[in-house]
């Protein structure tokens, strides 16, 4: 047996396999920065894109729920800067952007020429000062860090004493038994994700200082159907109905929390 497997995979056929099967699969999952980094340059011309259709809506809720006028906002895992027309239609002081991929800075630059951005992690927004903020925003990013607890503890750190909080985020749910993948020069690459359990997630907001106002979740139904229709996924759909897909949270720091 152990020949065979020798004989095998020497074989010109496996050979050329294994090349097709690198072209069509990225190996993987892909770190978040670098995933994106490859990702930046299609990502704002996906139009059918379920997961950010979802949170286009949802975000748009949650903003008007609070006050962006004369404030400080941060957008932490801002991208391309998906949200950065409405957040500035609502006439900010200060809008800055942190995120870990330059390609997705790169590409938010070009559409708001002078954007205040700045590359870094999410566990150390190390350009803006203790309660330097009034909003911070994150959205789709949470998912894609290992500990949620230091990455709340530096929000909690940069937003002021009754700042708010718009959190948005893959439900887990979904998470657990879904992928974020995307294709590039025709390989799926699968971004690196992880599940925060809401029980889990909401009592790490609590230990940093956050009181939950409100949680919305959007879950795939049925007049969801005809995006999985359109996809040919009409499977995937009837295996992940009722399932939540993506939730969305507004919460306040109730106290101080760290220092420069």
Same mark, same amino acid.
């Given at each position: 047996?152990?020949?065979?497997?020798?004989?095998?995979?020497?074989?010109?056929?496996?050979?050329?396999?294994?090349?097709?099967?690198?072209?069509?699969?990225?190996?993987?999952?892909?770190?978040?920065?670098?995933?994106?980094?490859?990702?930046?340059?299609?990502?704002?011309?996906?139009?059918?894109?379920?997961?950010?259709?979802?949170?286009?809506?949802?975000?748009?809720?949650?903003?008007?729920?609070?006050?962006?006028?004369?404030?400080?906002?941060?957008?932490?895992?801002?991208?391309?800067?998906?949200?950065?027309?409405?957040?500035?239609?609502?006439?900010? /002081?200060?809008?800055?952007?942190?995120?870990?991929?330059? !390609?997705?800075?790169?590409? +938010?630059?070009?559409? @708001? $020429?002078? *954007? &205040?951005?700045?590359?870094?992690?999410?566990?150390?927004?190390?350009?803006?000062?203790?309660?330097?903020?009034?909003?911070?925003?994150?959205?789709?990013?949470?998912?894609?860090?290992?500990?949620?607890?230091?990455? /709340?503890?530096?929000?909690?750190?940069?937003?002021?004493? !009754?700042?708010?909080?718009? +959190?948005?985020?893959? @439900? $887990?749910? *979904? &998470?657990?038994?879904?992928?974020?993948?995307?294709?590039?020069?025709?390989?799926?690459?699968?971004?690196?994700?992880?599940?925060?359990?809401?029980?889990?997630?909401?009592?790490?907001?609590?230990?940093?200082?956050?009181?939950?106002?409100?949680?919305?979740?959007?879950?795939?139904?049925?007049?969801?159907?005809?995006?999985?229709?359109?996809?040919?996924?009409?499977?995937?759909?009837?295996?992940?109905?009722?399932?939540?897909?993506?939730?969305?949270?507004?919460?306040?720091?109730?106290?101080?929390?760290?220092?420069?």
């Amino acid at each position: 047996m152990s020949n065979r497997r020798a004989n095998a995979s020497g074989s010109p056929w496996s050979h050329l396999l294994r090349r097709a099967l690198r072209r069509l699969v990225g190996s993987g999952p892909w770190a978040a920065a670098q995933a994106y980094d490859l990702w930046s340059a299609t990502y704002d011309a996906e139009p059918d894109n379920l997961l950010v259709l979802l949170d286009e809506e949802l975000f748009e809720g949650l903003l008007r729920r609070v006050e962006v006028r004369g404030r400080r906002v941060i957008d932490v895992g801002c991208g391309t800067g998906r949200h950065w027309t409405k957040i500035l239609a609502h006439g900010p /002081l200060e809008l800055v952007g942190y995120d870990v991929s330059p !390609g997705m800075l790169a590409r +938010l630059r070009r559409k @708001h $020429p002078g *954007a &205040a951005v700045h590359l870094a992690s999410a566990e150390a927004l190390s350009h803006s000062a203790a309660q330097s903020c009034d909003l911070l925003v994150s959205t789709l990013a949470l998912s894609h860090v290992p500990s949620a607890d230091p990455v /709340l503890d530096e929000w909690a750190r940069v937003l002021r004493e !009754g700042g708010d909080l718009l +959190l948005t985020d893959f @439900h $887990p749910a *979904a &998470a657990a038994i879904a992928d974020t993948t995307f294709v590039h020069q025709g390989r799926l690459i699968t971004v690196e994700k992880h599940v925060h359990p809401l029980p889990a997630l909401e009592a790490a907001l609590g230990r940093s200082g956050f009181e939950l106002l409100e949680r919305e979740e959007r879950v795939i139904d049925e007049p969801l159907r005809q995006h999985y229709d359109r996809a040919g996924k009409g499977a995937v759909f009837e295996r992940m109905r009722g399932t939540p897909l993506l939730y969305g949270m507004h919460l306040r720091r109730r106290g101080a929390q760290g220092s420069d």
